[in-house]
């Protein structure tokens, strides 16, 4: 029996879509590649339909904009800001990008996240007072295995059983959230912390370096050995080579004795743990301390991340800070009287943009007088 675990959009070059009686009709085109300035149009337009929404409610644009690029990056704080954010983002992004290769939906990189939290902190609270050397180490394992293991969890039940990874890696979100809830208002809540639902603080060998006297972390140097790494496999390796024939062609793969399962199981145990690495960094680095509320959606919006890239390891490098820069421009605008939540708009309407490009570019417009 065959195996059909990927799914791929069928290539149906040529395909005429009903325009009724317009001047002109699409034609979808062979090639499914879209051009490379689509994710750059798709920001300038997402611009654009805010820049609108804005005025219409009264405010100006401009202003708007500015606020938001010098809180984000018109200082040396606002750059380690945006760096901040931009770790995690970029972190999470490589991890689902790994899965997106194969076609493989995984949108379970914000459970993976802050299952990687969670058993992090977990060494701190189970093996209190390690050294530093002995801490870190620690804490990265427990932090990639929780995410790999989630990550795993989506899946099983997709190789073995024929379950929608869509599915199981949202419902995997909430799960882990609930866990989260669990623990930080019930057995690992500080005693002296005046109720708030968080752990105690970790002592200073349980913390990530800093540099440069801001709060970027070691994590940032994590992120662009990950960047490389999925560079490497991507360009240089067998695995890359088997990857990018499942994402372009899986009946081929399949044809050609790729073994698929194997190869589902491989990237959700890397994205998993890449998005769980994320979670350790974000509580060591950031935090400092297993919180409610860890995340304000890293896994949701690195899925963004990854699509503005175009899955590609180094263009992430440049979206994920663009959308840190969000984040943080997001809480500059509080002063002119805007909510952060100004940011979400924009990544709403950048992903809104990204993927109508990207389907629209697969079409080309034939005129009826030279459709003849």
Known sequence: MKEKLLTAP??????????????????????????????IASVVLALLFCALFLAW???????????????????????????????????????VAVAYRIHVWNIGAEGQFVAGAIAATAVTVYAPGLPGSIAIPLMLVAGIAAGALWGLLTAIPKVYFQVNELITSLMLNYIALSVLDFVVFGPWKDPKGFNFPGTPMFTPGEQLLT???????????????????????????????????????????????IRIKKHVLLVMLISGGVAGLAGMCEVSGVAHRL?????????????????????????????SILFGGLLVGGYSVQSIGLPPSMSLMLQGAILFFVIGGEQLSRYRLVTRKRDG
Not at 63 to 91: C, D, H, N, R
Not at 228 to 238: D, E, G, P, W
Request: contains cysteine.
């Open 10 to 39: 069928p290539v149906t070059g040529g395909t005429h879509v009903s325009q009724g009686r317009l001047p002109f009709r699409l034609v979808r085109q062979s090639t499914g590649r879209s051009p490379w300035w689509i994710p």
């Open 57 to 95: 409610n009264g405010m100006n644009p401009l202003i708007v904009y500015s606020k938001m690029f010098q809180g984000a990056f018109g200082s040396k704080y606002g750059w380690s800001e945006t760096l901040v954010k931009a770790i995690p983002l970029l972190l999470c992004g490589i991890g």
């Open 211 to 257: 540099f440069f006297g801001t709060r970027v972390h070691l994590g940032l140097i994590y992120g662009l050995l990950a960047v490389l790494l999925f560079a490497f496999i991507v360009y240089r390796t067998k695995w890359g080579y088997e990857w990018k024939l499942l994402g372009s062609n899986p009946h081929a793969a399949e044809y050609a004795g």
């Open 291 to 319: 919180l409610y509320g860890i995340s304000p959606g890293y896994g949701y919006t690195a899925i963004i991340v990854a699509c503005l890239a175009k899955l590609n390891p180094f263009g992430m490098i440049l979206s």
